[in-house]
Each structure stands twice: as C-alpha cells, then as structure tokens.
C-alpha cells in the first residue's frame, strides 16, 4: 500500500460564516467536491458542535471515501479550519490534491500552512 495524506490549516478565513457552522451545508459541498475531484464517496458524518461562551459552535464533516477519506473541522470563532484528505494508491494522488485545492477555495483563507506526506512503502 502507498498512500498520500495532504494536511492543510487554514487561517482567517474569508468565506461565509455559514460555510464554518452548518454541517449539512460544509457537508453536502463536501461529497459534492469529492465527486468532483474524480473520487467515491461512500458514507459520511457531519456534526455541528454546541455554542460556547466564546461563539458559535464548529462543525466535524468527515466523508468515507472508497478511496480513503476527507474531514475538515472548523473554529468559527477563530475563522480557522483544519483539512485532511488522504488517499491510497498513486492513481488517486493527482484527485486528492484537486479536492485538497477545492477545500483551500472554499475557505478563502488568508494564509495556509500545508504538508503532504507519502505513507506505506508501496510494495501490495
């Protein structure tokens, strides 16, 4: 097995708000990008976080994928989310990077920190 995991933090984001606190929107967009990017989603979770003294309540969208998987979280009250969309198998590295792209739109941050790290050593 040879994977990809692509990280990204993405900080002060731009988008809308609601992009950052309504899980079935940040979700539906999610299967939408992955379908998009030439990858299978097959099962999914999305969860809005309770409002704290400090804000809004963030959201978990994770989407199972036959390939692997992508989640976001978000911190509305920080306009910060963390991406993560990990792949296995070369033939999807080239889609994973497309979706991990569409994320970093969406979000419109003003400033990424991202990291790419190859796993397995690729023998079957």
Known sequence: MHGLHLTADLYLCRCD??????AQRLGQWCVQAVTAAGLEPVNQLFH???????GPGGVT????LAESHICLHTWPEQRFVT???YVFS???WARARTLMDAVVSRFEPEWT????LERG????
Not at 48 to 54: E, G, I, K, L, N
Not at 61 to 64: C, I, P, Q, S, T
Not at 113 to 116: H, N, V
Not at 121 to 124: A, C, K, V
Request: overall charge negative; proline content about 6%.
């Open 121 to 124: 050593d690729g023998s079957p």
């Open 17 to 22: 708000a609601l992009w950052l606190t309504d």
């Open 61 to 64: 969208a994770a989407v199972l």
């Open 83 to 85: 991406a993560d969309v």
């Open 48 to 54: 809005t976080f309770p409002a704290t003294a400090t």
């Open 113 to 116: 920190e991202q990291r790419s």
């Open 90 to 92: 070369g033939d999807h």
